[in-house]
């Protein structure tokens, strides 16, 4: 098993740019997360999705958008970016009212926007 | 919104020694508390998950205990090796079937030989 596949890595963006932060999982989980952590901090909920079709925003939703037309994919777009969302970016899944097994997070996207 | 505040950003012990460390939180009770591992460069794995009735659990030389009058989580690890240096995260959730997790900024742990 994959798991939580993420990319790319790392990015550099320049300000003003977009892209598309990728996330895929294997593991036929509904509920798919994206979150953001800045140094220091801790994970801030920035989006998720409770199905395909379905999606609503966390606590910092603000310059994101996300879509959810499969179970397995969950991309984060980024529209125009801003030195404020230089982050490392994580996507985590978990089964539907299966909290026993937690969350699986992949390994994360560095982005750096200048 | 839930507060969490886990005691320290950076715990030091020798090796053998038990290492215990606090999350703390305020607000509403959560229906669940978990533990996750962070290693740098990569993302969280979870470890425990205990339940608001639930007063320890154990997982070989990890325990955790959860008390919901004080609004605090215990995580200790048992006979510490370096192996177990890393920054360890506790996130709490609701109990909805959102599953929102909110996490701590953790507690980074060193485990000197």
């Known amino acids: 098993n994959a798991g939580v596949t993420q990319t790319p890595k790392f990015r550099i963006l320049k300000i003003g740019q977009s892209m598309t932060l990728q996330c895929t999982q294997d593991?036929?989980?509904?509920?798919m997360y994206w979150y953001r952590q800045d140094p220091g901090m801790g994970l801030k909920l920035i989006y998720y999705?409770?199905?395909?079709?379905?999606?609503d925003k966390g606590e910092v939703p603000n310059g994101y958008n996300v879509s959810r037309s499969t179970t397995e994919d969950f991309p984060l777009r980024l529209e125009l970016a801003a030195p404020s969302q230089t982050s490392v970016y994580f996507c985590a899944s978990s089964p539907r009212g299966d909290e026993l097994y937690g969350y699986t997070f992949g390994s994360g996207t560095r982005l750096t926007v200048v | 919104s839930q507060k969490i505040e886990q005691n320290s950003e950076a715990l030091n012990i020798q090796e053998g020694k038990t290492a215990t460390l606090t999350c703390n939180y305020t607000n509403y009770s959560p229906a669940y508390l978990q533990w996750y591992r962070q290693d740098p460069g990569r993302g969280p794995v979870f470890l425990l998950l205990?339940?608001?009735?639930?007063k320890e659990k154990r997982k070989e030389r990890l325990k955790v205990t959860f008390d919901t009058t004080l609004k605090q989580s215990l995580f200790h690890i048992t006979a510490s090796q370096p192996a177990d240096s890393a920054t360890y995260l506790c996130a709490l959730d609701r109990g909805s079937t959102l599953g929102r997790l909110y996490f701590g900024r953790g507690t980074q742990l060193t485990v000197w030989p």
């Open positions: 593991m036929n989980h509904n509920y």
């Open positions: 999705s409770v199905g395909a079709g379905i999606t």
């Open positions: 205990i339940r608001e009735n639930e």
